[in-house]
């Protein structure tokens, strides 16, 4: 495990640290794989602990991290308690951290829109705006703080920063009149006072994803696959709205039903080691548990039609359009057998049929993301075959017009041998993969047991583990 991962895992402490530092060590080094600083990936994850060790250690509370986002931006976009959050977010603001600094690659929201929008969390937006956050600044949408907090028609984050902020308490007078501002340009109080039916609730927030994703698409240049009037983003925005209304939902915060959208854009393809070292322990049976999490989690908002792609190493067993449930029945049926041909059967399974055929007659319809799952590194196929594979799509999607991450891979490993992590470490550090391909770095039937029989549980650490977070492309 490197420093990078302690840090995320919050299993960085000092005497870690000290011996990191006895090598060639810059502690504002960018993490080659999520271009991440240490402090900004302890800051996205939680780690109070570890923020406040770093920081001890001379971490740069100001060093920018990909896509010019500082520390307290990913202390305000990350999943935490709000203590967590409270106190990262102080402790950052303590080392010189600036409170404002938007992010360009998201809409230009700074940390207090972020908090706003995402977590809607009074708490927060009140130390933010105590600590300076400008509340009159705006997005690339013309949007300031106000109008966001209105538009999510929380009453308690209008308050928080209405009653907080500087210009808004220097008198009893001033406040009132700029409460009769918001009355008539936003209508305030309306927003304050009505009750909104659900139905009044789910058209706005059908309004609110759909111009979400309409931003995703055009940010990743996807609109060759979905316009602004397509079926299948409408039935994605309505079963969304929906599932924000679901109290029962795996899905409890915002911020995870829209990464949901823009996952729900791929079209997921599973594909399956069923050589024969996986009749080793409960591999199988792991396999099979996460990947009809996996399907369920891609299949929640999509049109009924629409399902994943299933495709084994070995067998030729395969299918389309597949349900959770019908993954199920499928992986029970085939039995392991053969080799660990990764690369060559990504090609021939996969590749070809799903990707390169359908660019040669224009008929590719979504963008792709291929989750692998493997227990060994490759044989008696090279290493090199699955990396040249992986680079090989890039340039052919390059070729034909459209981005290298129209395909993205995701590599998640079963078993725990040396060979598969020294597999796995060196396709995370090729910087010509970091693009496009994402490895989770524990063993998925350690994972399988430590959530032992809870679905539910298990469906939400897919969710948050095997999907490929934000610092992939497939989610801003």
């Known amino acids: 495990m490197g420093i990078f991962e302690d840090a995320r895992n919050g299993t960085l402490d000092q005497s870690k640290l000290d011996q990191y530092k006895t090598v060639t060590f810059d502690i504002d080094a960018l ?6 600083t240490l402090l900004a990936t302890a800051s996205l994850k939680g780690r109070t602990d570890v923020v406040k060790l770093l920081l001890q250690n001379n971490a740069s509370a100001t060093k ?33 951290a600036d409170i404002n600094k938007p992010s360009p690659r998201n809409r230009n929201y700074t940390p207090l829109m972020k908090v706003i929008v995402d977590w809607e969390d009074p708490a927060i937006i009140h130390q933010l705006v105590d600590l300076g956050a400008n509340v009159a600044a705006e997005n690339f949408d013309r949007e300031t703080a106000t109008m966001l907090a209105i538009k999510m028609k929380n009453h308690a ?15 009893a007078v001033a406040s009132g009149v700029i409460r009769g501002i918001l009355e008539s340009r936003y209508q305030y109080g309306d927003i304050r006072d009505a009750s909104c039916s659900r139905e009044a609730r789910e058209s706005k927030t059908i309004e609110e994803y759909t111009t979400d994703l309409i931003h995703f698409i055009t940010d990743n240049r996807l609109s060759d696959f979905f316009k602004k009037d397509d079926p299948f983003l409408k039935t994605l925005v309505h079963k969304a709205a929906k599932l924000k209304s679901n109290p029962e939902s795996t899905f409890k915060s915002d911020k995870d039903i829209r990464d949901l959208l823009k996952l729900s854009l791929y079209q997921q393809v599973i594909y399956c080691d069923d050589s024969t070292s996986m009749s080793a322990g409960n591999r199988l049976e792991a396999q099979r548990r996460i990947v009809k999490r996996v399907a369920k989690v891609a299949t929640y908002i999509i049109p009924e039609k629409d399902g994943v792609e299933l495709r084994f190493i070995n067998s030729s067993v395969s299918g389309s359009g597949l349900r959770d449930t019908e993954i199920e029945a499928i992986m029970t049926s085939v039995k392991p057998a053969g080799d660990t041909d990764i690369g060559q059967n990504l090609v021939s399974k996969i ?26 590194c490759p044989e008696p196929e090279g290493s090199n075959i699955l990396r040249d594979a992986i680079r090989d799509c890039g340039k052919r999607l390059i070729n034909a017009g459209y981005n290298s991450d129209v395909v993205l891979f995701q590599l998640s490993r079963i078993g725990n041998s040396r060979a598969s992590k020294e597999f796995f470490d060196d396709l995370q550090n090729d910087k010509q993969l970091q693009r496009v391909l994402y490895c989770t770095t524990d063993g998925l039937e350690k994972a ?25 492309s497939v989610v801003v």
């Open 31 to 36: 993490d080659p794989k999520t271009g991440l």
């Open 64 to 96: 920018l991290s990909r896509g010019d986002r500082t520390p307290v931006w990913f202390a305000a976009m990350g999943s935490m308690k709000t203590n967590d959050r409270a106190e990262i977010i102080r402790l950052l603001h303590t080392h010189g």
């Open 157 to 171: 984050v209008i308050r928080a920063l209405d009653g907080n902020s500087p210009r808004l308490s220097v008198s």
């Open 351 to 376: 590749l070809k049929p799903l990707v390169y055929d359908k660019l040669a007659n224009k008929e590719l319809r979504r963008p792709l993301l291929v989750s692998i799952i493997t227990d060994g």
């Open 448 to 472: 399988c047991e430590d959530v032992d029989q809870n679905e539910d549980q298990l469906e939400e650490w897919v969710y948050v583990t095997v999907v490929p977070p934000d610092e992939l």
